[in-house]
């Protein structure tokens, strides 16, 4: 089984600031993809950023960017120029790409404050 | 463009009743996932169903039944409810490929 980890229950960032967001994760496999969340108060869940474990180059969307290191199977999320709308619950997730179990595997998640 | 719609979006039952939860996935996407997020926690992967036949079953109750049907909607049957199913209760819907799409969810309160 896979589990997800993050460890940073919560954290703040100054507007316009950059912010680190860790992620760890355990698992056998070697295909599989990673997955950042968000949900804001209105706690609809929002994709982020993915990242396809096969691909050496780390994802970027924007203002996001994620710093992939699979053998130490970390995989942060790096928010540049933080807006108050990223102020959000965000999770980190895991899909295995191996049979046709699909579902995600989500971590405690991380509660980011953007202050003004 | 078209999202993922969920009905009701609140429910309100007393324990020991039933409930039923609706999912209207994205049209086209076979694939319907339900998880279930408890105050201040992740989001649990329930069940998942893929061209109407259930593929895979996570922590789902035994009180809990679900379902997709030939419009590729899906229901999510809750029975003898109790204070602990008290959640909110999010489908996803996936076109094969590996990204899911959320709904907004069923906010269900459990008396």
């Known amino acids: 089984a896979q589990t997800v980890t993050q460890s940073q229950p919560e954290m703040s960032v100054q507007e316009a600031e950059t912010v680190t967001l860790s992620c760890t994760y355990d698992?056998?496999?070697?295909?599989?993809?990673l997955f950042w969340y968000k949900q804001p108060p209105s706690r609809q869940m929002i994709l982020v950023i993915r990242q396809e474990a096969y691909k050496q180059q780390n994802a970027t969307e924007n203002r996001f960017s994620v710093n992939f290191q699979k053998a130490a199977k970390s995989f942060s999320l790096k928010i540049s120029d933080s807006q108050l709308g990223d102020t959000a619950m965000y999770f980190c997730a895991f899909m295995t790409t191996s049979g046709s179990a699909r579902q995600l595997t989500f971590g405690s998640g991380t509660q980011l404050t953007v202050l003004p | 463009a078209a999202g993922v719609i969920q009905s009701p979006r609140h429910l309100i039952k007393e324990k020991r009743e039933t409930a039923t939860l609706k999912c209207y996935p994205i049209p086209r996407h076979d694939t319907v996932y339900w998880y279930q997020q408890g105050p201040g926690q992740d989001p649990q992967f329930l069940i998942s169903?893929?061209?109407?036949?259930?593929?895979d079953k996570g922590s789902i109750p035994d009180r809990f039944s679900a379902q997709q049907f030939s419009d590729y909607h899906s229901e999510l049957n809750m029975s003898s409810l109790e204070l602990g199913d008290s959640a909110l209760y999010f489908c996803?819907?996936?076109?094969?490929?590996?990204?899911?799409?959320f709904g907004p969810g069923t906010r269900l309160t459990v008396l």
């Open positions: 698992t056998s496999e070697n295909n599989y993809y």
């Open positions: 169903f893929y061209e109407k036949m259930q593929s």
């Open positions: 996803a819907s996936s076109d094969g490929h590996h990204e899911q799409f």
